[in-house]
């Protein structure tokens, strides 16, 4: 089980470890790549034909601004795509809209803005359902939270 994590600049980086996090947390393999829908198309090619015979199944994908890597790579390869709308110009819903505006029949997942964790999140989610033992991490991790929360807030709130 692999997955990637693409982003169209290096000033992005902090904002797309929480989906590296979630990678780790959940044992899924993941490799990161800065690369740019419109500075090097053919290198963003190259990357998804080698993702998909290496045997990748699902792709966070990063951006801002106009984000169009999210479709571009959408476009470029059949596996599913979860985008992340960055914050760079007008708070990020530039970037949102951008991405959650696909075409019918090129679908991108959009998560909320800067929200890579949650864009691993449905990675892993999609995955569960080949690998057991992902689901089984899953199950577990929703329990925890449960728990958790309930621990931390389940009492009468005093205000």
Known sequence: MKAAIIFGSKSDTDKMRG????FKEFGVEYE????????????????????????????????????HLPGVIASKTTLPVIG??????????????SIVQMPKSIPVATVGINNS????????????VKYPEI???LVNFRKE???????????????
């Open 145 to 159: 939270m449960k728990e958790n929360f309930l621990r931390d807030n389940g009492e009468v709130v005093e205000l």
């Open 135 to 137: 689901k089984e991490k």
């Open 32 to 67: 990161a790549y800065v690369l740019s829908a419109h500075r090097v198309p053919e290198r963003l090619v190259e990357v998804l034909k080698d993702l998909e015979e290496r045997g990748f199944e699902a792709i966070v994908a990063g951006a801002g601004l106009a984000a």
């Open 84 to 97: 992340v709308p960055l914050e760079a110009a007008l708070d990020g819903m530039d970037a949102l809209l």
């Open 117 to 128: 964790y949650n864009g691993a999140m449905v990675a892993v989610q999609i995955l569960s």
């Open 19 to 22: 989906a590296a996090k979630c």
